[in-house]
């Protein structure tokens, strides 16, 4: 069976400072991997997803990027982060574009 | 562009009785799937139910089944026999059945909190 791991599940970060979010998929080959953010009382907001390796497609301007180094790994990114970057960060995958499965979630706070 | 739109930020429903939650979509196209999911304090979502527009019947997952009605685009989430475990937030989504760029995405409803009360 599939599963999808994400981590840390929180963490805490000053502005201005580096981003690294994990997300990595087990059991499937070639999946569609996506990054949402959350923002507290909000529903989703679709930042990348990506259909294949080196392949990542943008749906929000903003300062941070993501990577697909790897098949099943999906990377978020920032270089410098901003107080409005707080939020719930969720990974999900597909296969063949149907229902999407997410991950457990990180959540981040940006002081 | 696809819209999803749930008019229940919060709806209550007592333990052992049957709620239903709303959600309405906007689109010119005649096939795509739409799903429920489910958000509890964990903040992992879950999906409940999905319904592919072809076809007419309604999906039902145990105690979870929709009223899907694509004239009205209307796909509402019945809950029966609630439980204390199904206070969560929900969330409604589309995704269009032609896959190719972004156009699988999913394209999600702000959601609504269900409170059960024991």
């Known amino acids: 069976s599939q599963t999808i791991h994400q981590w840390p599940a929180t963490l805490v970060q000053p502005v201005g400072s580096p981003l690294s979010l994990e997300c990595t998929v087990e059991g499937t080959s070639n999946p569609n991997l996506y990054w949402y953010r959350q923002a507290a009382g909000r529903g989703l907001q679709l930042l990348f997803y990506?259909?294949?390796?080196?392949?990542i497609s943008s749906e929000v301007p903003q300062n941070l990027s993501a990577s697909r180094p790897q098949d099943r790994q999906f990377i978020l990114s920032s270089k410098k982060l901003l107080l409005s970057d707080s939020g719930f960060y969720l990974c999900?995958?597909?296969?063949?574009?149907?229902?999407?499965?997410f991950g457990p979630g990180t959540r981040l706070t940006v002081l | 562009a696809q819209t999803v739109t749930q008019s229940q930020p919060e709806m209550s429903v007592q333990e052992a009785e049957t709620v239903t939650l709303s959600c309405t979509y906007d689109t010119s196209e005649s096939d795509y799937y739409l799903f429920w999911y489910k958000q509890p304090p964990s903040r992992q979502m879950i999906l409940v139910i999905r319904?592919?527009?072809?076809?007419?019947q309604n999906a039902t997952e145990n105690r979870f089944s929709v009223n899907f009605q694509k004239a009205a685009k209307s796909f509402s989430l019945k809950i029966s026999d609630s439980q204390l475990g199904d206070a969560a937030m929900y969330f409604c989504a589309y995704r269009s059945l032609y896959y190719g760029g972004s156009q699988g995405n999913l394209i999600f409803g702000k959601g609504t909190k269900l409170s059960v009360k024991p």
């Open positions: 990506s259909v294949g390796i080196g392949q």
């Open positions: 319904q592919e527009a072809y076809k007419q």
């Open positions: 999900a995958w597909s296969f063949t574009g149907n229902e999407q499965f």
